[in-house]
């Protein structure tokens, strides 16, 4: 996949609204969206951490290539190609911490899901997350 392509998926991702399921509502006012968090707005400095990645072995050998940081390394350099944010090297310096990770799916033919978190690196506490469901492999 390339950096381009991984940045929309990436930027989609953070970007997409969650579904309301249920039986059909009673026609209401339209409701205003919720404010996206100032930190997501207004940082400029990210970190980007390594949530990890799972992978497992078939009869055929692994089912992904790269190794164990490759969703990591493919994320920092679509990051970094973006030019949105100035990428820093330790948590204290940023003013976001993007936490990437890749887990399996449970239900062929989904392969897995693609997880980002976005943290305030001072309190941890979660800004905003979103993650996708890959049908085939994203890499």
């Known amino acids: 996949m390339s950096a381009v392509a991984f ?21 209401e006012a339209p409701v205003s ?9 207004g940082g400029k400095k990210v970190f980007v951490s390594n949530a990890g990645e799972e992978n ?7 089912v ?3 190794g164990s940081d490759r ?13 949105r944010y ?7 310096d940023a003013d976001l911490v993007f936490e990437i990770g890749f887990t399996l799916g449970n239900v062929p033919p989904e392969l897995g899901h ?14 905003w997350g979103s993650s996708a469901s890959t049908c085939k492999a994203p890499f």
């Open 71 to 83: 969703v990591y390394s493919q994320f920092y350099a679509a990051m970094k190609q973006w030019g």
């Open 56 to 62: 497992f072995r078939s009869p055929l050998g692994l």
């Open 114 to 127: 693609l997880r980002l978190a976005i943290r305030d690196p001072k309190t941890n506490v979660l800004l």
């Open 7 to 27: 940045s929309s998926v990436v930027v989609g991702i953070v970007l997409a609204g969650a579904p309301v399921f249920g039986a059909q509502q009673p026609k």
């Open 64 to 66: 992904f290539s790269g």
């Open 33 to 41: 969206p919720a404010p996206v968090p100032v930190q997501v707005i």
């Open 86 to 92: 100035d990428l820093v090297s330790a948590p204290a």
